[in-house]
């Protein structure tokens, strides 16, 4: 489980360096969770987040000096009936490109601040718990990166048994990154979450944009070492991260002929895969110094050259547990620095409920005036989050098999959209106040129990029942149809057939 990153809480103006006049372009959605109108912040637009969820309620805080995106929020209460449940936002995206996550919360009481868990298309990232950071009145964010698997990514809230009060969201940003930008990992099948980002001796502030054209934080770490600092330009094209210049011109530096030991990242791990990237460049222009990078004991790189025009060693997976340690051993009468690095968390994304099967869920949804109030998000994912009543395959390519709404006291028409639920092997909707006619399901190849007994359907039994290969069980009794039971089913091998009581045909079967 990770630990949130904080961020001060008072930030009266500008947190980061001044804007430039050509700042470059930020490609994103950026919203302000429960703000009425838009706002300009260093730099950048933030939007309210209305249009992008429909879950929840807008609250502002009256703390003064806050920073605007932390002076509101939107909080989505639960009923305990519902848990497990998620709440969620659909954000446009480019299909297949890598995005930069990042949610933002800030609480301000009463009581603890609740704990819950943050999913993002499907796949189980982290619990959010910023308990400690509220402790010391600080705003926490949790980064991560993920490859848009759709034209949409959904990010949602899941209220879980450790929930005890409404989960909420201060800010979320879902940020455009470049291809080149960690392009190492396999994000088809994993997705990153940010563990720290280190500006290596320098003592002036975060750095974000528009410094860091993806509005990544990195933030100053100094230490017991020496630091060193340099007014040259590096270019950081060069580099596929795309690391802003100004962490490459502080470092921190080892005394002369001395060993560098550095403790980092200063959380201890969890037993697991991470990806490593680390900066560096010679402040000194026209030098160079050659050393070599362990990590806890096991050779990372060996005689690395490093100039002025700096270079980024990386792994896009290293096995870690615990607290780690970065050596640097001196091969060259210069001793080794260090400028930044970055750690994430790497996770396996799960797959996706196949879109067609969602769309057609959607609109059957839609036709109940009164659907199971947790049927948000993924129908299927995360596991533990399914829709109630919703039975999923397993695998890549996940299915609905089967539903099971039977006794909910559910009103309103069955969509005739359920005909389009191919995988379907039982449907369950008995003793329930559903009307309208019983939709066609002639493509439902698989369906072997159809339950619809006591509702009040209307109209006739659809012809088409008696091709449905695989049926054994159709019950009807207790509706309001009528017409005339069909031969062929009455005749079907191997059906259950149950239609009477309560129906009005004008044949007795
Ligand atoms: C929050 O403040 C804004 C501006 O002052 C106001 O328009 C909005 O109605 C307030 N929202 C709530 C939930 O009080
Ligand atoms: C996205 O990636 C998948 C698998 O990597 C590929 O099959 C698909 O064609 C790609 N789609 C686009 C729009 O690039
Ligand atoms: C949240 O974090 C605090 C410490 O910061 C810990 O004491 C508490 O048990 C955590 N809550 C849950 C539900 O994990
Ligand atoms: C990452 O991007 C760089 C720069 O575009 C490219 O040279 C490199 O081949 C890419 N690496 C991978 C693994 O795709
Ligand atoms: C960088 O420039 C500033 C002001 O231009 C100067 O005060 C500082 O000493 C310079 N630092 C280095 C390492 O050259
Ligand atoms: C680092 O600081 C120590 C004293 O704290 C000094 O003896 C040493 O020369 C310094 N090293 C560098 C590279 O400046
Ligand atoms: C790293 O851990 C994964 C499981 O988390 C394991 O499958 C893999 O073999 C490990 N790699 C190394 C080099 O130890
Ligand atoms: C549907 O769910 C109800 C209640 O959970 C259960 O009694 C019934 O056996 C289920 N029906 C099927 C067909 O799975
Ligand atoms: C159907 O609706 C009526 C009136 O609204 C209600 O009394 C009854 O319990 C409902 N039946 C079911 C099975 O939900
Ligand atoms: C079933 O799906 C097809 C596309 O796959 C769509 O055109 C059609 O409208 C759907 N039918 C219903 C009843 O939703
Ligand atoms: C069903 O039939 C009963 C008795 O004929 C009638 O009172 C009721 O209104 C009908 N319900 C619907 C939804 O058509
Ligand atoms: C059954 O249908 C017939 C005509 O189709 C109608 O006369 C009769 O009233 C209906 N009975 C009920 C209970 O709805």
Do not use: C, D, H, Q
């Given at each position: 489980m990770a630990t949130p990153l904080s961020t001060l809480l008072l930030l009266l103006s500008s947190f980061f360096t001044a804007v430039l006049s050509q700042s470059p372009v930020l490609q994103g959605t950026l919203l302000d969770c429960g703000a009425s109108s838009a706002s300009e912040i260093d730099g950048l637009s933030w939007i309210p987040d209305d249009p992008y969820t429909s879950y929840g309620v807008s609250k502002n805080l009256s703390i003064s000096g806050l920073l605007p995106t932390l002076s509101t929020l939107r909080s989505f209460p639960f009923k305990a009936s519902d848990i497990p449940c998620k709440f969620c936002y659909t954000i446009p995206v480019v299909r297949n490109a890598t995005y930069l996550v990042r949610a933002t919360y800030f609480y301000s009481g009463p009581g603890s601040p609740p704990v819950f868990d943050l999913i993002v298309d499907g796949t189980f990232w982290t619990v959010v718990n910023t308990t400690g950071d509220y402790a010391n009145r600080l705003s926490s964010y949790y980064e991560g990166v993920f490859r848009a698997k759709g034209k949409r990514l959904s990010v949602c809230l899941g209220v879980n048994v450790?929930?005890?009060s409404d989960p909420?969201?201060?800010?979320?940003?879902?940020?455009?990154?470049?291809n080149s930008v960690y392009n190492a990992t396999d994000f088809n099948n994993n997705a990153m979450g940010l563990i720290a980002r280190s500006n290596f001796g320098s003592t002036g502030p975060t750095i974000g944009y528009p410094d860091d054209n993806f509005c990544r934080f990195w933030q100053p770490v100094t230490g017991i070492m020496n630091s060193t600092s340099s007014n040259q330009t590096i270019s950081a094209s060069g580099f596929w991260n795309l690391p802003p210049e100004n962490v490459l011109r502080t470092a921190l530096v080892a005394d002369p002929d001395k060993t560098m030991e550095l403790q980092w990242p200063l959380v201890s791990l969890s037993s697991s895969s991470y990806y490593i990237a680390l900066y560096f460049a010679d402040p000194l222009f026209s030098s160079s110094r050659t050393f070599s990078v362990y990590i806890n004991e096991n050779h990372f790189i060996n005689n690395l050259e490093v100039t002025s025009s700096g270079l980024m060693v990386f792994s896009s997976i290293w096995n870690l547990s615990g607290f780690t340690k970065i050596t640097l051993l001196p091969r060259s009468t210069l001793p080794p620095l260090i400028n930044a690095a970055e750690i994430f968390g790497l996770f396996p994304v799960k797959g996706l409920t196949i879109p067609k099967d969602v769309i057609a869920l959607e609109s059957i949804k839609k036709s109940?005036?009164?659907?199971?109030t947790n049927w948000i998000g993924d129908p299927c994912l995360p596991r533990e989050y399914s829709w109630t009543g919703v039975t999923c395959s397993e695998g890549r390519k996940i299915?609905?098999?089967s539903l099971n709404l039977s006794s909910m006291g559910l009103s309103g028409t069955l969509s005739p959209s359920i005909g389009n639920l191919t995988a379907l092997t039982n449907i369950s909707f008995a003793d329930n106040n559903l009307?309208?006619?019983i939709p066609e399901l002639n493509r439902l190849k698989l369906l072997e129990n159809l339950h619809l007994q006591d509702n009040q359907f209307i109209g006739e039994i659809p012809p088409s029942f008696s091709n449905?290969?695989?049926l054994r069980e159709l019950f009807l009794q207790n509706n309001n149809l009528t017409g005339v039971v069909p031969k062929s089913l009455k005749l079907k091998d191997g059906l259950i057939l149950q239609v009477l009581p309560g129906n009005n045909f004008t044949q007795t079967p």
């Open positions: 450790y929930t005890e909420f969201i201060s800010a979320l940003e879902v940020i455009l990154l470049e109940i005036l009164n659907p199971p299915r609905i098999i009307t309208g006619p449905l290969k695989s």
